[in-house]
């Protein structure tokens, strides 16, 4: 604290520099001149700051500004009517410097604040608002400890943003034995407790706070939570001090608010996209499932229709095997009885010789016998027909059965047998198999007999513009203990690695108008993958070919191929 001589020559200065201004001087000179020439000013020390000394002591007149004696004015008596006048243009100077320097102080806290709360509300990151908030309040307000609390999503909790000095629960600050959400919901404004160990016992951490100010953060219809500091040594919060901290709260307030509103936000975009996603998977899942009806529809049709032409055929093919035995039977005794008649009536009828001549007898003897075999052929290749229509438009039942695969797969060739000859630009393509030895497989036969009919006729679709030896390539292996695998390559046009991406999407289809649904790939992925728990790969290289592996488990029900298994490298390498 300053002495008495320093005040005195605080004062001194200050009245010095106040009557001497330029146009205070004028005024205070006119006054001296129309009174008495021999009026002077002096301060407390008796030292002329205006005017000019006599050599007779004259009369003294304090100059009096807020109580107190900031010098004299001597002169005659007359004088005494100018010294409330000098004390009134001194202490209305005062208070234009202390005005200017009040304002001074407002502005740079106004520029501090707005640096601030550009920070503060250009932050979407609640923590880190509420650390840059304590972390200027604890440079401008002096506290030990300080915190910011946030109300939980529960409403009944709060959650410490961030703090400095000693860590702190919310009812450190608050009043002890109450609810702090029903205190902290009456906290409508700021507040200062000079005398927080009589108001608050126990105080913090073990040591009584002896001064509390803390006040709301204040949303739009809620209070968020609340900032709060408090010094464990003797401290007197002012209200410029709670006006400060208020200043910051409303700041921090709208930040918090603000990032609330981002991050609800941005639980919405995330919740309506999980819901588009939903909605795009069941739209997907729809398609998948229209298309298994239309052509599990289609197949049961065909199948029907297959077993129907299957069984009629099989009627006159039963009868004529019957009767072809018969044929065999007669002509052969026929042609013994022709044999004895020529051995023993050597010398026939003129008109029985020339009938023989005619219908050349020996040509007859001979072609009767060749065209009752090939009769015998041709209805066992009937037989053979039938046998594979039939076999490939068995009905599934609910249940698996015990299926041989490499029936399946010959069946599904016999029907594509047509197919397979030669075409309008192409030569016959060339079937290659390699038949490992298969175990009888638990499956949905009509079910696998669709997908090799939907890829060996997309293979031979591949194939019609080659104009080489177009070949399709069918392997089958046991591979581990409970799973098979069937590679189906064909040395066609191949795809693309974008026509890859898609060929298991419904209605998906690189063919002409009319010339594919697109539902063929995607029914047959659905087969392998959800019926019969196995996987569908495929590779492709354009102009070079495409090759399809089907891996399907032995047994279902034991255990199904899983989407990290490792397959066998193709055999038919890609060049």
């Known amino acids: 604290m300053p002495n008495t001589g320093e005040r005195t020559a605080?004062?001194?200065?200050?009245?010095?520099?106040?009557?001497?201004?330029?146009?205070i001087k004028a005024a205070l000179e006119a006054a001296i001149a129309a009174l008495d020439p021999d009026i002077c000013i002096l301060d407390l020390q008796n030292c002329v700051i205006l005017g000019m000394p006599t050599e007779n002591p004259s009369p003294k007149f304090p100059i009096i500004v807020d109580q107190q004696t900031w010098g004299w004015v001597a002169g005659a008596d007359s004088v005494a009517s100018l010294v409330p006048l000098i004390g009134c243009?001194?202490?209305?100077?005062?208070?234009?410097?202390?005005?200017?320097?009040?304002?001074?102080?407002?502005?740079?806290?106004?520029?501090?604040?707005?640096?601030?709360?550009?920070q503060i509300t250009a932050s979407l990151d609640i923590t880190a608002i509420a650390e840059l908030a304590?972390?200027?309040?604890?440079?401008?307000?002096?506290a030990t400890s300080g915190a910011v609390f946030l109300v939980g999503s529960d409403r009944r909790s709060l959650e410490q943003l961030a703090n400095f000095g000693s860590p702190?629960?919310?009812q450190d600050y608050l009043y002890p034995g109450q609810d702090f959400i029903t205190q902290l919901a009456q906290l409508h404004h700021g507040k200062i407790i000079n005398d927080a160990q009589q108001a608050l016992p126990g105080g913090i951490?073990?040591?009584?706070?002896?001064?509390?100010?803390?006040?709301?953060?204040?949303?739009?219809?809620?209070?968020?939570?609340?900032?709060?500091?408090?010094?464990?040594?003797?401290?007197?919060y002012t209200t410029e001090h709670l006006k400060t901290l208020e200043i910051f709260a409303s700041q921090v307030a709208i930040a918090i608010e603000k990032a609330l509103l981002y991050q609800q936000s941005q639980t919405a975009a995330q919740?309506?996209?999980?819901?588009?996603?939903?909605v795009q998977q069941a739209l997907q899942d729809l398609k998948q499932t229209q298309a298994k009806l239309v052509q599990s529809e289609k197949m049961s049709s065909l199948g029907h229709t297959i077993a129907g032409v299957a069984h009629e055929i099989n009627n006159p093919v039963g009868f004529i095997s019957g009767n072809l035995e018969l044929l065999q039977r007669d002509s052969h005794d026929l042609l013994e009885l022709l044999a004895l008649y020529q051995q023993h009536y050597p010398d026939a009828h003129p008109d029985i010789l020339a009938k023989a001549e005619e219908i050349e007898i020996e040509l007859v003897q001979s072609e009767l016998v060749e065209i009752a075999r090939s009769m015998q052929e041709g209805v066992r290749r009937i037989k053979e027909i039938v046998l594979s229509l039939r076999n490939f438009s068995r009905i599934d039942s609910r249940q698996t059965q015990a299926a041989d695969l490499h029936e399946g797969l010959d069946s599904t060739l016999m029907i594509l047998r047509h197919r397979l000859k030669i075409g309008d630009h192409r030569p016959e393509i060339e079937v290659i198999k390699d038949?490992?030895?298969?175990?009888?497989?638990?499956?949905?036969?009509?079910?696998?007999?669709?997908?090799?009919m939907n890829i060996l006729s997309n293979a031979i679709d591949a194939l019609d513009a080659v104009q080489t030896q177009p070949q399709i390539q069918i392997r089958t292996r046991a591979v581990g203990e409970n799973q098979v695998s069937i590679w189906i390559k064909d040395n066609g046009s191949g795809m693309p690695p974008d026509v890859i991406d898609h060929i298991y999407e419904p209605f998906f289809t690189t063919k002409g108008v009319g010339k594919g649904t697109g539902l063929g790939m995607a029914i047959s992925q659905q087969v392998i993958r959800d019926t019969?728990?196995?996987?569908?790969?495929?590779t492709s290289q354009p102009e070079v070919g495409t090759e399809f592996c089907i891996t399907i488990p032995i047994n279902p029900t034991t255990s199904g191929v899983d989407a990290a298994t490792t397959i066998p490298d193709s055999p038919y390498k890609m060049v």
């Open 10 to 23: 605080t004062k001194a200065v200050k009245l010095k520099k106040i009557v001497t201004k330029k146009q």
């Open 89 to 118: 243009i001194v202490q209305q100077e005062l208070q234009k410097k202390s005005l200017a320097k009040e304002l001074l102080e407002r502005y740079q806290e106004l520029d501090l604040f707005y640096d601030l709360s550009t």
């Open 134 to 142: 304590i972390a200027e309040l604890k440079t401008l307000i002096p």
């Open 168 to 170: 702190c629960s919310p």
């Open 205 to 236: 951490c073990g040591n009584a706070f002896h001064a509390l100010i803390h006040v709301p953060l204040n949303g739009k219809d809620r209070v968020l939570g609340f900032i709060a500091l408090g010094s464990t040594v003797p401290e007197t």
């Open 271 to 278: 919740q309506a996209q999980a819901q588009a996603q939903t």
């Open 435 to 452: 038949y490992g030895e298969l175990p009888i497989v638990l499956c949905y036969p009509g079910q696998l007999n669709q997908v090799f």
């Open 532 to 538: 019969h728990q196995g996987r569908l790969d495929c």
